[in-house]
């Protein structure tokens, strides 16, 4: 059942509209939430949220309790193909628990908080930046470890990375869900403006995977992949350009790399040279890796989740 979550009025009498869509299976109490589309730019949830639906309504006699689907929390970022909320140069995932007699933003923050607390569990997905591609991640607060890391680790995701991220820092949706009482975590995987199929479809597993545990599916399911984690700052390199350029990969995203093996390089167009080889600088999987060529001095070009020496 499709409901609206927050309205409000736009000048030349527009509406911005926020839905859900609910669907109740058969006996169970337990409801989860998956919400997409905080940043406009960033699509891989739209397609989680279609294959999920799909697999429920082909086999709804195996879904018990409740799940509510959140597919565009940010309408008019997703119109626009803009990361925050056009006009207000606001990104959204910034301005949580909001404020119900606040601006029009933080009304519409603390109506999806309010709407969205109170679930067993809430997962909500991200994509990387135009800039970057990420292996796909479940990202979740230090703080509130104890209270997601069980759920988390069945989400067959590739990587379980509990940092203090931007997308998990105070003021963003999980991290004042967990603060509130409801478990929640956040998913980072592929690239800004675009839409990895493979990636949707292995998160999509790992949600099912998350609500048979939780005695919501009683249907197929895979054995979920078992993530690398991450908990300490040291346990990740970050690799900035050093120099501005254009940038050409010579690796891939999610490949295990050794020590001196080169990911790239940064070249001068004009001139026809290298400025700079960009080689591995310990052993590790290579988590993130630069997709947009154009470079200036300290771009992000790399994370590598450090193995070995």
Known sequence: MVTVVASVDLPVDEKLTIKKNSIKGDGGSKRFCLL????????????????????????????????????ALNPLGIDSITRGIPAFDLDMNRIFPGETNGTMTEYIASKILEDSSGADFALDVHASSIFIRELPQ??????????????????NMDLLWIHSNTSVQE??????????????????????????????????????????KMGMWSGKTITPRQPV????????????????????????????????????????????????????PRDGLLFTL?????????????RILNEGN
């Open 36 to 71: 997409t589309g905080l940043h406009g730019d960033e699509l891989e949830g739209q397609l989680v949220c279609h294959m999920v639906q799909q697999r429920i309504n082909q086999n709804i006699k195996d879904f018990h309790g409740t799940i509510d689907i959140y597919p």
């Open 171 to 212: 003021n963003s949706l999980v991290y004042t869900l967990n603060q509130n009482g409801t478990p929640a975590a956040v998913i980072d995987m592929g690239i800004g403006m675009s839409c990895t199929s493979a990636f949707a479809l292995q998160l999509t597993e790992g949600i099912f995977c998350l609500l048979k």
């Open 290 to 302: 630069r997709e947009y060529p154009i470079v200036e001095i300290g771009s992000t070009l790399g």
């Open 229 to 280: 984690c991450s908990d300490q700052e040291s346990d990740m390199t970050m690799l900035v350009s050093k120099t501005a350029g254009f940038f050409v990969r010579q690796s891939e995203c999610g490949k295990r790399v050794k020590k001196g093996e080169p990911l790239g390089q940064i070249i001068n167009p004009l001139e026809g040279v290298v400025l700079a080889q960009i080689n591995a």
């Open 138 to 155: 479940v990202r979740i607060p230090p703080k509130f470890k104890s209270q997601v890391i069980d759920y988390a680790m069945l989400l």
